[in-house]
């Protein structure tokens, strides 16, 4: 039997700390439908390179003594794993040097040389602000796990591989890094896997696409849609 994958995609507490700070409810509520999946193993965006300080904090939450930070790791993977004795969590994520060229200059060199390209570009990020429901958490959380808003996120960075001329391939240089970055992740998932597993994946929403294509076109995986585990 094929491992099971479920890829969550979510935002980042760090930057969004009110979600923490006045949305509790809705992660608890995110974490009980979580737990119908029966995840073996609990796969999260920290790199193997910290796996030693994730451990002492998971082993630390368990025993009562961490109050969990503004981290989607602390607040929604360790009660998780918690609950169901899991002993490790699995940093799955790569450090990649993504500043050659860094995202803000891909963005900047199609502003200043390719207005039109720019303009583009900017139309798709506002559909997918109308895409993205921000009543709360949750419904936040639908909207970026939506197949549609994944899909029109894929757009910005096809057109990102326009960005530069034949000399100065500057979005398909910033998208190599994205993508080793993505592949990468992928593998150390399939590392993690075993026969008869169910692994959780939990992830920043960009990385939801490529993760998804990897792991399917591998054929060594079912991949399992998130939405079926996001509460309404």
Request: charged letters at 25%.
């Amino acid at each position: 039997m094929k491992p099971e994958v479920l890829i969550l995609g979510t935002s980042h507490f760090a930057i969004e700390p009110d979600i923490v700070n006045h949305q509790q409810e809705s992660i608890h509520s995110l974490v009980e439908s979580l737990k119908e999946f029966q995840p073996t193993k609990i796969a999260v965006e920290k790199p193997f390179l910290i796996e030693g300080e994730l451990q002492r904090k998971y082993e630390e939450y368990c025993s009562g003594g961490l109050i969990p930070a503004y981290d989607e790791v602390e607040q929604i993977a360790f009660p998780l794993a918690q609950h169901f004795e899991h002993n490790v969590l699995y940093p799955v994520d790569e450090v990649v040097d993504m500043s050659t060229p860094a995202l803000n200059q891909v963005f900047e060199w199609a502003k200043e040389h390719q207005p039109a390209l720019f303009q583009e570009i900017m139309e798709v990020q506002h559909h997918l602000k109308e895409r993205e429901n921000t009543d709360n958490f949750l419904t936040t959380l639908r909207s970026i796990n939506e197949p549609a808003y994944i899909k029109e996120l894929q757009r910005i960075y096809m057109k990102l591989t326009r960005v530069g001329d034949r000399q100065h391939q500057v979005g398909v240089k910033w998208l190599k890094q994205w993508h080793e970055r993505d592949l990468a992740i992928a593998a150390n998932i399939a590392r993690a896997a075993e026969p008869d597993d169910r692994i959780l994946v939990l992830i920043g929403g960009d990385h939801v696409h490529l993760l998804t294509q990897f792991l399917k076109e591998s054929q060594d995986f079912e991949i399992i849609p998130s939405l079926n585990y996001i509460p309404k």
